[in-house]
Each structure stands twice: as C-alpha cells, then as structure tokens.
C-alpha cells in the first residue's frame, strides 16, 4: 500500500502557504521520510518562485481557486495584528485528492521534528486525529481550546490527521462535503457563534455524527505523540537544528513574554505572520 503526507496550500494576499509547505516538507522528508504531494490553488506562484524547489513535493495537485469572502485575525503577538482572507475549505476533498491508500494530512504550520508519526502505518486503525492538545505557553490556560463552544461538543484538531481509504472514510468525508454545504445550519445547532467556516469544527461534527451523536472513545483513535502548539499571540523567535525558541504571552502582561523552547517535538506553530518571517531568515 502507497503511504504519504498531503499539505494544502493556498495562498492569501499576504500569506506565503506555498513557501511553508516547502519549508513544511523539507522536514518531513527529514524526519518521515515519506513522499509529499501538495494540493495547491497556487501553483502559477510554485512554479514561478520557487521552481528551483518544486522537487521537494512527489506530486503537485491543482485545486480551483475559488472565491473567497471570510476573514480571519491573523497576529504576530500581541502587537500585530491583519484581518486576512482565509481559505481553508478544500481539507473535506483531501480523500479524493491525495495519491496514497494511507495518508497523513497535515497543516503547513506544523513542523515535524522527530518520527513518532511513522507509528501511525504500523497500527491497524483507519483515522487517527487529536483531541487533546498541550499548549507550550505554561503560563496559557486561559487560552486552551477544548470545546467546539461553552455549550457543545469536544474538539477534534484537524491540523493533523491519518486516514486509512475505505468505505466508512470515503463516508466520513463526504459527510464532511455535506457539513461544509451547509455550514449556517450546523453552525447553529452546534451553538458555533462565528459565522467562518473551520476545519476543526467541522470534522468534530461529522466525528459527532458518525458515532450516533454521542462522544466516543473508540473512534477515530490519536496519533503517536501528543500535539504540541503556540497560539499566534506567541512570537516565533528562532528554529535551529530543531529547536523552536518562543516568546510566549503572559496572559496578565501585556509588556512581557515567557521563553519556551522545544526540541525535537513536533509543533503547531499557529503565528502564521512570524512563522512566514522565520521562513524567509532561514533563506527559502
């Protein structure tokens, strides 16, 4: 059976989703090394820019670019902050996109640092995706992020996920499909005040769904490892030889930060803005 990683990127007007994913798949390919195809509205600006690295990637798939009118905060700290186009909304495709019987689907702000992802082709599940989280910041409490809202159901992280192709995934996804069609509705009787449409939300939905509308400990099962992340109110400060330095916000400070580093772990690094500044030091 083929097994691979899947990132998404489509790039927004400030936003390079396109450069993370290489800077994304260099280190998977260090650490995991497994195939990377990319699924990409961009592709005009990967071929253009980046021509000389488009090998990185086993295969580059063309997405529609479509319109998008939702907006999203996107900060670099406390100090910084844009309101941005987001499009998120082609992760429900990714069972029909990716080239692979086995696949990992991952954000390209998630930095690989280690193997512990590889455990997921040696178990015999068919979806692995997280649900509890650890947030670096050990000053950030207030800011972990549990439930889909004060009143609903937990939530599932699609920042990572494994997927096994089947029958009951190929229904899970076009379940997905069909969340995303109509998103006012589920919105609402998830009680999710935003009206954007997001990933997480609705993979929780449609997890809640497939099992019976109740919570469930058998299925999906997590991944190896633990998902680790910063918000983007977290400045991104360095990354060498895999290891991230972190100023992390002091939720009753708004002058001072709190240093973090991580080595070899796995991060979701969720400062998009100081993640893309960090890229472009590294020289890609």
């Known amino acids: 059976m083929t097994k691979g990683v899947i990132l998404f990127a489509n790039n927004n007007d400030e936003i390079d989703y396109v450069r993370q994913a290489i800077f994304c798949a260099?280190?998977?390919?260090?650490?995991?090394?497994?195939?990377?195809?990319?699924?990409?509205?961009?592709?005009?600006?990967?071929q253009?820019?980046?021509?000389?690295?488009?090998?990185?990637?086993?295969k580059v798939i063309?997405?529609?670019?479509?319109?998008?009118?939702?907006?999203?905060?996107f900060r670099d700290g406390?100090?910084?902050?844009?309101?941005?186009?987001?499009?998120?909304?082609?992760?429900s495709d990714a069972y029909n996109l990716t080239p692979y019987d086995e696949t990992i689907v991952m954000d390209t702000d998630y930095i690989v640092g280690n193997d512990l992802l590889l455990n997921c082709f040696k178990l015999n599940d068919d979806?692995?995706?997280?649900?509890?989280?650890?947030?670096?910041?050990?000053?950030?409490?207030?800011?972990?992020?549990?439930?889909?809202?004060?009143?609903s159901i937990?939530?599932?992280?699609?920042?990572?996920?494994?997927?096994?192709?089947?029958?009951?995934?190929?229904?899970?996804?076009?379940?997905?499909?069909?969340?995303?069609?109509?998103?006012?509705?589920y919105r609402w009787i998830y009680q999710i005040s935003g009206r954007n449409f997001r990933n997480d939300f609705a993979f929780s939905i449609a997890i809640h769904i497939m099992n019976g509308f109740e919570s469930s400990t058998h299925w999906p099962t997590t991944p190896p490892g633990s998902l680790y992340y910063i918000f983007d109110r977290d400045l991104v400060e360095d990354f060498k030889d895999d290891e991230f330095t972190f100023l992390c916000t002091l939720p009753n400070d708004?002058?001072?930060?709190?240093?973090?580093?991580?080595?070899?772990?796995?991060?979701?690094v969720m400062n998009k803005i100081g993640l893309e500044q960090l890229i472009e030091r590294q020289g890609i």
Not at 134 to 139: K, M, Q, S
Not at 260 to 268: R, S
């Open 48 to 58: 253009t820019k980046y021509s000389h690295l488009i090998d990185i990637f086993d």
């Open 127 to 151: 979806f692995m995706i997280w649900k509890d989280s650890l947030y670096i910041n050990p000053y950030g409490k207030p800011w972990e992020i549990r439930y889909v809202s004060d009143t």
């Open 78 to 91: 406390r100090q910084v902050s844009k309101k941005l186009q987001w499009n998120n909304f082609n992760r």
């Open 154 to 185: 937990e939530m599932y992280w699609a920042t990572v996920f494994y997927f096994k192709k089947n029958k009951k995934m190929e229904t899970f996804f076009e379940l997905l499909k069909y969340i995303k069609e109509n998103w006012n509705y």
């Open 254 to 268: 708004n002058s001072n930060y709190s240093v973090a580093t991580t080595k070899d772990l796995n991060v979701h």
């Open 62 to 73: 063309s997405a529609e670019k479509i319109q998008v009118y939702q907006r999203k905060t």
């Open 26 to 46: 260099k280190h998977i390919k260090k650490h995991l090394n497994l195939p990377v195809s990319l699924i990409t509205d961009s592709e005009k600006h990967l």
